[in-house]
């Protein structure tokens, strides 16, 4: 049994997940044992299959692999910095998780989401987060967020056309449905004060169940 608390951030590309994140990680760190990290990446090893599933210059990278890449990066990031830190009783929040591999592997890429889900198994076991926040937004208007954001690294994934996209947001409305005791969906079309806020009050009010377990 974890002592700590695991919650994870997820969404398609130019949601705000990552900016909402460390907002929020800030304003809790002050009540909170705050770890914030992020999936593929995190600890050095991870860091390094990230730059190799992400690297533009490898379109020939079958789906498979990339399946398999994210899960043994994040089998190694788990053992690393996740369980350690859940079992120091932290508060772990991960930028992306299992559900990002369901969605783009399993349903954007088409291998599946059961299949995905059992390469997943074998990296991490029983381990599913306590709470998931689904960063919801369409993709055109996600796309054209990213492009405005000129500092932000453009990856493989980027590259890809509307429709990888608009998988990607399918993909995430049927993951959602599969777990509703888990996933709670934002509309992050909304200006970002709000949408941190939102997030706030649902994360707030779990760490005040989790306190009191
Ligand atoms: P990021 O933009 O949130 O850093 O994520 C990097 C990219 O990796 C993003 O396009 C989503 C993709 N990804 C997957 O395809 N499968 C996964 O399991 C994870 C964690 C990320």
Redesign the pocket.
Known sequence: MTKGLFITFE???GAG??TVLQMLAENLQANYPIVVT????GITIAEKI?EV??NPAHTEMDPKT??LL??A??RQHLVEKVIPALDEGKVVLC???????????GY??GIGINEVLEVNRFAIENLMPDLTIYFDIRPEIGIERIQKHKGR?V????L?KIEFHQK?RDGYQLVSDLFPERIITVNAELPLDSVLSQVEKTVIRQLVEWKQS
């Open positions: 969404g398609p590309e997940k990552t992020r999936e593929p990446g990230r599933i992400l990339e399946a994210y899960a990066s994040r930028d992306r998780f299992v559900d990002a591999s369901l969605v783009y592997q954007a890429r690294e990856n493989r994934l980027d890809e990607v």
